[in-house]
């Protein structure tokens, strides 16, 4: 698929390596900002409180 | 095609993988970034508060610090035996959002300095990390509660490890669910082992003294840091210079 993706993006080589490498920021500051604190709560290593 | 299914399968596999790493790495060491940078601005607006002339007690509430939200931080901690330059704010609440901007206060205990148990809890690990060294702390250490009145000086009278679902830890009298308290207590849970929820970690303390703000001067905080008792690499050492409306 990423060769696809490859295929996809315009430009020469190195406008095609910049591309990724914005895509691949953009998917990191979507995970650390809204996907991973969301997902964190989940899991079960977090808690520090005795009860409920 | 098989070729090209093996291919496929092969790249969403590293991609999983990748992702993992990703949250690795935002769990053990960016929720420590953005957490210490958010708890240390409210340590920041709390000592801020507490300095301002007028009665009553201050709390930084959602409208000084938006991550707030619809809960307060209302006290700092601190504990000598985890740096002279260690204080963390004190959240009412004990929920995920509360314990990522500090200490939480487990809402129905004692308040701080009351007769009862102040209890909070903090994060062993990640989001700042607060309780990170709580093994560390020995009877007889300090930890100290301000609050914009006075300022609690408890002492560590001991520890356990006991399962989450022991909440007798917190009880009025620890351990003894049910029994009118007489004593100022305060304690300290935290999870146990570090990067596991399987067991917690609680110290327990008893209130020695009340100062009113406004008398609590730089010996105060000597005669605090001294009494912290042996520290193995010292870091009571360098005693942050206090003043009396405790601003700095």
């Known amino acids: 698929m990423y060769a696809a993706l490859w295929r996809a993006l315009p430009g020469p080589r190195w406008a095609r390596a910049v591309q990724c490498l914005v895509l691949a920021a953009l998917v990191v500051v979507v995970l650390f900002q809204w996907v991973f604190p969301a997902v964190a709560p989940l899991l079960p290593f977090n808690d520090n409180t005795v009860g409920g | 095609m098989i070729r090209r299914v093996v291919g496929w399968t092969g790249e969403v596999l590293v991609t999983l993988g990748v992702l993992v790493l990703l949250f690795v790495a935002w769990q053990l060491w960016w929720t420590d970034v953005v957490a210490e940078r958010a708890q240390q601005q409210i340590v920041r607006s709390l000592t801020h508060d507490f300095a301002a002339e007028g009665p009553g007690p201050a709390a930084v509430t959602g409208d000084t610090y938006p991550g707030l939200g619809g809960s307060r931080a209302f006290a700092v901690i601190r504990v000598p035996r985890f740096g002279a330059d260690y204080a963390r704010p004190v959240v009412e609440g004990v929920d995920a959002p509360q314990l990522a901007l500090g200490v939480g206060h487990y809402e129905g205990t004692a308040r701080p300095g009351r007769v009862g148990n102040f209890a909070v809890a903090g994060h062993r690990t990640t989001y700042g990390r607060p309780f990170h060294d709580i093994d560390t702390l020995r009877p007889g ?32 009298v620890p351990d003894e669910v049910g029994a009118r ?57 360098a005693p942050v210079p206090r003043t009396a409306t405790g601003g700095s």
């Open chain 2, 141 to 172: 250490d300090r930890v100290i509660v301000e609050t914009k009145p006075r300022v609690f000086v408890y002492e560590v009278t001991g520890d356990e490890i006991v399962r989450p679902w022991q909440t007798e830890v917190i009880a009025p």
């Open chain 2, 181 to 237: 308290p007489t004593e100022r207590l305060l304690t300290m849970t935290s999870c146990h082992p570090k990067y596991s929820a399987t067991y917690r970690y609680v110290t327990h303390a008893r209130l020695v003294r009340t100062v009113p703000r406004a008398r609590w001067h730089l010996e105060d905080w000597d005669r605090v840091t001294d009494a912290a008792g042996p520290a193995g690499p010292d870091p009571a050492a």
